[in-house]
């Protein structure tokens, strides 16, 4: 028998492991539980059960109220698909003649550079563009442009 239950987790529970996953402040990690239930990246549930008795520090007053027997529950793979895709992304390099790559890339292909444009043209064209905008220019073209097309990817 499979207990579809245990494939959710209490909203407690993953707002501790989004907190250590992505190791960010409580109050983050709820936002970003929040913006992805929002979304529609993240299944949720509300769960009846009994009512607990919840104390909470309110003005500096130990207040006492009902949890109304409601709870929320979130599925247990979509919050680790959350948390891996909200991962760092790998390090770019950063540099002035990176930077200047990028921005002749950008400026010549905006989409994207073609298939067919062979890789000295490309290497040309964007060490021209270097040259007219002033930047820093590399001491081999072609092994700088490979570095940041590598890094883009």
Known sequence: MIDEDSDWISLDAAVA???????????????????????????????????????????????????GGQRIELYHEDVLALCESKSTPPKIRSGAISDGIRLAINARWPDGIPAGVRAKERDNQILEWLKRNDKSIPADISRAVQRVLKAAR
Do not use: M
């Open 17 to 67: 492991y989004v907190e250590a996953t992505q190791q960010c402040y409580r109050e983050k990690a709820v936002d970003l539980l929040r913006q992805a239930a929002n979304n529609l990246k993240l299944k949720s549930r509300t769960v009846n059960s009994s009512p607990k008795w919840i104390v909470s520090d309110i003005a500096g007053v130990e207040t006492f109220h009902s949890d």
